[in-house]
């Protein structure tokens, strides 16, 4: 009876998975916060280029990117970069997000989570509270170029009030 090698592969997992034992991918010092996207199953195209700095703790997934400024990357749509960029990478996603801010109109939301649903389905889902926006994941790819802003914080979301109520009055004024 011969046993080829892809069996003794599989047996080897299911021994470790019966006895507990986690399987994963050990990161190393030197790498990149776009090579510990790609272990964790995110395209590494999710930060611009231009990150100085990252610290990432492999058993939490949270992580600190530090750009050299705040900036936007076009995709499909704008995202604005803050300088430093806050989350934990967990497999295929990206949770309490902080530091990005995607345009829909005219409009900046704050994204709170990413999320790589099924790879083959080409999807990645930004969750920017009320709704989530779906892009291509080939959008995300490579890491794009990102021109720096200044002055206004454009990722306050914009709210023009259409009227308010005078307390004293008890009326709405416009």
């Given amino acids: 009876m011969m046993i080829s090698i892809n069996h003794i592969a599989l047996l080897c997992l299911v021994l470790a998975a019966a006895a507990g034992i986690s399987i994963s991918t050990a990161i190393s010092e030197n790498e990149s916060i776009y090579e ?79 999320r790589v649903d099924v790879p083959s389905s080409g999807l990645i889902y930004f969750d920017v509270g009320v709704v989530r926006k779906q892009y291509s994941l080939s959008l995300f790819e490579t890491p794009r170029d990102c021109v720096a802003v200044s002055g206004v914080d454009k990722v306050q979301p914009l709210m023009l009030p259409l009227y308010h109520v005078d307390q004293n009055l008890g009326r709405n004024v416009i």
């Fill in 36 to 114: 510990i996207l790609l272990a964790n199953g995110l395209p590494s195209g999710i930060f611009p280029k231009g990150v100085k700095e990252f610290n990432f703790d492999a058993e939490t997934g949270r992580f600190s990117v530090y750009l050299n400024h705040s900036c936007e990357a076009k995709y499909e749509t704008e995202l604005h970069y803050d300088a430093n960029i806050t989350g934990t990478i967990g497999s295929a996603q990206i949770s309490d997000l902080s530091g990005i801010s995607a345009q829909e109109l005219f409009l900046w939301f704050q994204v709170k989570g990413i």
